[in-house]
């Protein structure tokens, strides 16, 4: 009788994952032979038990693209570079504790030591390199190696003292792949080729750090346009945080190795998912997720622990979403969408359905709201500065309700009670506004999930007139970066020109700070003595301090 339960167990079990598989199948059904290359990979108990490659590597051939058709990852290189780092630790050729300058010393002379340990926990206080780059008036398309973006990183200080802060910057993962090379005497590529990729015969695996490269087999890379698709150049020589090419079979064996170790070790594996801290202790839980030594975030999805990687470049977008305690994985490899995530997320709840805690979508109509006077909403309208990431966000009365706005969007916000507040969103994550009053101001507190919070202060709408606004141009420029941009009025605005990198308009938020419409210029703080401009601060996400001095009229 038992033999006969267990038989019946794995004949059902056999005929749901084949319904489950064909619902996935489904999932990918518009991706035809016209559509850009997506591969998709499931990993359950230590075992693959989906692969499927959909799509085409090359629109004009019609190629069909496969499980061994290699993509770039983007982002997803960050968790390699982290493991080799980690490897080389284990094998005590490194110390996490040691000074950068060791391996580096055409690095500069910080005030502060910053240690392996502060590159892996992305604590550093370093710039973000692309976004300099983007600030210095290089293009998309241009050719960008590792020399210039260490030519770059060279002129950089610390914002701020080494572990006390977090900036999740690209620049990090950069000088962790200039450690590897030094001390283990051969390119970066070369390093993991022999010590990663081949021992674990991923054949379909590559890092490219000559852009000029071939690689075979390789999805190329398109980006969605109202026409169709357009080809997407990338002209990048940059290892550690990017450029590693790879297939939907290869991740699988890497994955596999994550959780039975061939290269490294579990204790290896078991440091790698330990939470980046600050000094003081504290982890790093930014919006979407805390950050962990593997270069990944840890979030609860719908109240299971997740720990997820995501990757764009150009026209390639990957993920990874790791349900750990659930024994499950998805990867999901695409050339010619902007997200490949919600693939990867839809095929989990698919697998995990009876798992989640929370539901999919949040039923906004059973939320117990508390109603509130116009006169009420209108207390909390107004315009908030985010000035560490150099943004505004305005909340609006619209209709007798408050709405979030941000650029071009909104959502409405529902009160749940005393200054606090619920966002309309379309998904399962929980995204709470609330605010705290002070004496002489007021800050709005955003939170998504388990999140730490956003801040943003409310500011004084201020206006300015022509004649004012001429007080603040003239020409400026950023030493270290060698750019100069031209300020000047133009139809009553407020305007910055570079010859590489056009015009950047700019809004006035409160006295002498305005906040640009480019995403890596940020927001600004001019700084005057008297009625003189002396030049101004630029703050961003990955910059977040970066001076500009006025050098004429």
């Not at 709005?444 to 801040?455: E, K, N």
Request: proline fraction near 4%; glycine fraction near 6%; charge should be negative.
């Amino acid at each position: 009788m038992k033999k006969i339960l267990i038989l019946i167990t794995i004949v059902f079990s056999r005929l749901s994952f084949a319904q489950t598989a064909q619902d996935i199948d489904q999932l990918y059904s518009s991706f035809d032979e016209s559509h850009p290359a997506v591969a998709a990979a499931v990993i359950h108990k230590g075992k693959v038990i989906y692969q499927k490659a959909f799509g085409s590597t090359h629109l004009d051939h019609g190629i069909p693209a496969t499980i061994d058709t290699k993509f770039q990852i983007g982002g997803l290189s960050k968790h390699f570079t982290a493991f080799a780092i980690y490897l080389l630790e284990s094998q005590g050729k490194i110390a996490f504790d040691d000074d950068i300058r060791i391996y580096l010393p055409e690095l500069p002379q910080y005030k502060k030591t910053i240690t392996i340990h502060h590159l892996l926990s992305q604590t550093s206080g370093l710039p973000d390199f692309w976004t300099l780059k983007n600030i210095a008036g290089w293009h998309r398309d241009d050719v960008f190696t590792q020399t210039h973006a260490m030519g770059i990183i060279q002129k950089m200080k610390p914002a701020f003292d080494p572990g006390d802060q977090y900036i999740y910057s690209n620049t990090d993962q950069l000088l962790l792949a200039q450690i590897i090379s030094k001390v283990s005497n051969m390119s970066y590529s070369k390093f993991m080729d022999q010590e990663l990729f081949k021992p674990l015969k991923m054949d379909n695996t590559v890092v490219l750090d000559n852009f000029e490269q071939f690689i075979p087999n390789t999805a190329a890379s398109y980006e969605p346009t109202q026409n169709g698709f357009q080809r997407s150049a990338l002209n990048y020589g940059i290892v550690g945080p990017t450029n590693i090419y790879t297939s939907v079979s290869d991740l699988t064996k890497w994955e596999l190795n994550m959780i039975d170790p061939k290269i490294g070790s579990k204790e290896l594996v078991a440091k790698l998912y330990t939470h980046a801290q600050l000094n003081n202790g504290e982890t790093m839980d930014a919006l979407f997720g805390r950050l962990t030594m593997a270069q990944q975030l840890y979030h609860l999805e719908r109240g299971v622990p997740n720990y997820y990687q995501t990757g764009t470049l150009g026209g390639y977008a990957s993920s990874i979403f790791k349900f750990i305690d659930s024994e499950f994985t998805t990867i999901v490899l695409s050339s010619g969408i902007p997200y490949s995530g919600y693939l990867g997320m839809r095929t989990a709840y698919m697998f995990l359905e009876d798992q989640f805690t929370e539901p999919e979508r949040i039923d906004f109509m059973k939320l117990k709201t508390k109603k509130l006077s116009n006169k009420q909403f209108e207390e909390y309208a107004g315009t908030y500065w985010n000035a560490k990431s150099g943004y505004s966000r305005t909340i609006t009365l619209k209709n007798d309700t408050l709405r979030y706005v941000r650029g071009n969007s909104e959502s409405t916000i529902l009160p749940l009670g005393k200054d606090q507040f619920q966002m309309i969103s379309f998904g399962d994550e929980k995204v709470m506004v609330s605010f705290e009053s002070t004496e002489d101001s007021k800050r709005m507190l955003v939170t998504i999930g388990d999140s730490d919070p956003v801040y943003a202060e409310r500011k004084t709408s201020i206006s300015y007139s022509n004649e004012e606004l001429e007080a603040f141009t003239g020409t400026y420029l950023c030493k270290p970066l060698d750019v100069v941009y031209q300020f000047i009025v133009e139809d009553g605005r407020l305007v910055a020109k570079n010859i590489r990198v056009g015009t950047i308009r700019f809004t006035p938020i409160s006295n002498n700070l305005f906040e640009s419409d480019q995403w890596f210029f940020g927001g600004i703080q001019f700084r005057k003595n008297g009625s003189q401009t002396e030049g101004f601060t630029l703050s961003q996400e990955e910059v977040p301090s970066l001076w500009f001095e006025k050098i004429s009229s």
